[in-house]
């Protein structure tokens, strides 16, 4: 079992970028798949990126493609997601989940850890 940790959050202008780090405290990161959401007030979480076990597959929304990557680096048990031209609708809290196995699904229902999310809001 892991436990997460998003970090990295706080208020961007409209344009510019972050990086949101996730630690995972647990054994066996590396065989567990990751993804990351986003829930802004009033909507449902929504799938933002996923990226494989290994890190040789990587899913994007359309919504943020060409915008965002998702990368990890198992030697220090952490994903990240490098977010640029941000706009007011990517205001939200951002979390990070997981799942053992390859690759985790685009529904939160397909992970079973979570973080307890990083706030970004984009001011414009």
């Known amino acids: 079992q892991l436990q997460l940790i998003e970090s990295g959050g706080g208020l961007v202008q409209a344009g510019g970028s972050a990086k949101l780090p996730c630690s995972a405290s647990g054994p066996n990161f590396d065989r567990y798949a990751l993804g990351w959401f986003r829930q802004a007030p009033g909507k449902e979480r929504e799938f933002v990126a996923r990226?494989?076990?290994?890190?040789?597959?990587?899913d994007y929304a359309a919504s943020v493609k060409g915008r965002i990557t998702i990368s990890r680096d198992n030697s220090k048990n952490t994903v990240y997601l490098q977010m640029n031209n941000l706009q007011s609708e990517d205001t939200a809290v951002y979390y990070c989940?997981?799942?053992?196995?390859?690759?985790?699904?685009?529904?939160?229902?397909?992970?079973?850890?979570w973080g307890q999310g990083t706030q970004i809001t984009v001011s414009s």
């Open positions: 990226i494989s076990e290994r890190g040789s597959i990587t």
């Open positions: 989940a997981a799942v053992l196995g390859t690759i985790g699904g685009r529904s939160p229902t397909s992970y079973d850890e």
